[in-house]
């Protein structure tokens, strides 16, 4: 029994570098091939702690462009795909949304439509050696639109996508869909909430909110800081990827959340609360928090509702957000520390 080949896209990112080192530990039998363009999001330094493995293989590179994908599933023989690449930065996608589109809907369109014609001879008719070969498309709660006050998004909640980025990604999801229906692809797609942890990209919320902490910065939190998320330990989400990608049933969609909604203001309370005990200083680190004018089409509340992961697949969550913010800022401290000098 030879090493089964998977391709990984985007690996270099947050999520991907924390998915990378997990994946290759539990599942001696897989080769991982990770493509990543190593855009403002993506650090090779992530991934530092995998490059010893033989079985872990980096290669730069565009997933639109189609020649190198090519050349990478027959090269490696590639019998799975998850692809994690996007642009994902909001703010970025209302700036530029053409890189969003780009990057999100053709690449993603171009990794399945290889995967198609290396993996079927013709539409649900698969090559013999790749009967089991599947691609695993990872979205984002986004693609939902907002919420009111009350009720979380499930798996059947329609599409209303509201920025750019979140319009992308819906876009890449009809996609995975259409080769499912039309081709018969043995494709999955799970989409999370707000993810955190360690390895997330400086601008984010949490890490935004301890690096100014830190420098005795004003710390920004958009409009009136109470559009609420739901918080989900960025290993909690591997694993629940790492479930769906084995035993998820062809054609679903799996909703990964980490039931832990909380708004900015109380993101932010935490944080300097743990900080002021860690690092105190002569005031509060809470006396920095500043109000800043809210982001575009801010949506107000997004929450998931992980039921049909956790019933059907033995899902759950191992941290809290009380257990996994104190794993959070203490890597980010060490990350950090120079700053603290």
């Not at 860690?278 to 039921?307: M, Q």
């Not at 191992?318 to 603290?340: A, C, M």
Request: proline fraction near 3%.
């Amino acid at each position: 029994m030879h090493n089964k080949n998977i391709l990984l896209t985007g690996t270099a990112g947050f999520i991907g570098s924390n998915f990378v080192p997990y994946f290759l530990d539990k599942y001696q039998e897989y080769n991982l091939i990770n493509l990543d363009l190593l855009t403002y999001a993506g650090n090779l330094e992530n991934l530092t702690e995998c490059e010893k493995s033989s079985r872990f293989k980096f290669i730069k590179g565009d997933i639109c462009n189609r020649e190198l994908v090519e050349f990478i599933f027959s090269e490696y023989d590639i019998s799975g795909v998850i692809h994690f690449a996007a642009e994902s930065h909001v703010d970025n996608s209302i700036k530029n949304p053409g890189v969003f589109v780009q990057t999100n809907v053709n690449g993603t369109f171009t990794l399945i439509d290889v995967a198609y014609k290396y993996w079927m001879n013709k539409p649900f008719d698969y090559k013999e050696e790749y009967q089991n070969a599947r691609f695993h498309h990872i979205s984002t709660d986004e693609v939902y639109g907002t919420l009111g006050e009350t009720g979380l998004f499930t798996e059947i909640t329609p599409y209303a996508p509201n920025s750019p980025y979140s319009a992308s990604k819906a876009s890449s999801d009809m996609l995975i869909r259409a080769y499912n229906e039309t081709y018969g692809m043995n494709t999955v797609i799970t989409n999370c909430s707000n993810n955190y942890g360690p390895k997330q990209h400086d601008e984010k919320l949490i890490p935004t909110i301890i690096r100014n902490a830190l420098k005795g910065n004003p710390i920004p939190i958009y409009g009136d800081g109470k559009n609420i998320r739901d918080w989900l330990y960025v290993l909690d989400h591997c694993k629940g990827i790492d479930l769906v990608y084995h035993i998820g049933k062809t054609g679903d969609v799996y909703n990964i959340g980490g039931r832990n909604e909380k708004t900015n203001l109380q993101i932010v309370d935490k944080i300097c609360t743990i900080l002021d005990k860690k690092i105190p200083k002569e005031t509060s680190y809470k006396e920095l928090i500043t109000f800043v004018k809210d982001r575009a089409g801010h949506d107000r509340r997004y929450a998931i509702d992980a039921t049909k992961l956790e019933n059907e697949l033995g899902w759950k969550a191992d941290e809290n957000f009380e257990t996994g913010i104190v794993k959070t800022i203490e890597w980010y401290l060490e990350k950090y520390k120079s700053i603290l000098k």
